[in-house]
């Protein structure tokens, strides 16, 4: 057998040198992305004109939302940390559109490595967008954590959602402790933020969003800053935290009266819905969220 001989560099591919070391490969994608570009003045004006006529007049478009709960964070001191429930695409523009001025241009958005940071160029666009972060959502990876830290610690407000994801059926996953242990580590609050109705413009697995019309029952609801009591972790933070988002949810499906007398009797429903076949759950995801025609559970 004849061996073809390789053309030496540079026609061919370069070889490396027996007994020398390769330098590692540095990622700059996923969690790895370097977002620091996107907090400088040039980027964060580029950025409040995007969010401000672009993605909030979209937004409303597309689902007319309202915004209640603003006067529980009236004399709210930024930083904060926004955590929200999460059902849709849209969600993050309506949470960015729903926050006050002095919030909304200096907020960055805890977003999934592995989905908004694939490349240079989606990562860019989503840090110049929307001021994205990379977060690992399998855990609470220390350089996504160092990063969250360093920004709160700077004055950065923080959106995320404890979820880790898009929800697959519209009802509620369990929180992860992300947001429980960056209030615990840098002593800030956290807002519980409630996106109703959003799954019907842009649920997962759609490809393109379906405007929802006026009057369609999106809301974006704030809760009342909350902080950890003494000696409480993260889990149990987190925990609280979700039934906080949970009973802004149960305004909707009852009303103001009725959730807060639940939430003061620790009967509240759960974000996870009823533990029924998939069909069952199907139906009551949207049963008693449009307003006006609320029901209960069957």
């Not at 990622?27 to 950025?47: M, N």
């Not at 993605?55 to 964070?73: E, F, S």
């Not at 958005?109 to 694939?118: N, Q, S």
């Amino acid at each position: 057998m004849r061996l073809r001989a390789r053309a030496p560099f540079p026609i061919g591919k370069a070889t490396w040198p027996q007994g020398v070391e390769r330098p590692p490969i540095v990622s700059r994608t996923g969690v790895d992305y370097d977002t620091g570009w996107a907090r400088r003045y040039p980027a964060r004006l580029v950025r409040a004109v995007l969010v401000d006529d672009v993605l909030r007049p979209l937004a409303h478009v597309l689902a007319w939302p309202r915004v209640h709960g603003l006067d529980r964070i009236e004399t709210l001191e930024a930083p904060a940390i926004f955590a929200a429930n999460h059902n849709s695409h849209i969600d993050t523009s309506l949470l960015l559109a729903g926050l006050p001025e002095r919030f909304r241009h200096r907020t960055a958005v805890a977003a999934a490595a592995d989905y908004f940071f694939p490349s240079r160029a989606v990562g860019a666009l989503s840090a110049l967008a929307i001021g994205a972060i990379p977060m690992d959502r399998t855990k609470v990876g220390r350089r996504s954590a160092d990063l969250a830290a360093d920004l709160l610690d700077d004055g950065w407000n923080l959106v995320i959602f404890p979820e880790g994801g898009r929800s697959p059926d519209g009802w509620g996953q369990t929180f992860r402790g992300g947001a429980a242990y960056l209030a615990l580590r840098c002593g800030r609050p956290v807002v519980p933020v409630h996106l109703e109705g959003t799954r019907r413009i842009w649920k997962r697995g759609d490809r393109w969003p379906t405007p929802a019309g006026r009057g369609a029952g999106i809301n974006v609801t704030f809760g009342r800053p909350m902080r950890p009591t003494a000696g409480e972790d993260s889990r149990r933070f987190s925990t609280r935290v979700e039934v906080a988002v949970a009973a802004l949810a149960d305004e909707w499906t009852t009303d103001w009266w009725t959730a807060r007398k639940r939430a003061a009797a620790g009967a509240t429903p759960t974000l996870a819905g009823p533990r029924a076949g998939a069909w069952r759950r199907a139906w009551a995801v949207d049963a008693g969220r449009s307003g006006a025609d609320r029901k209960a559970w069957p």
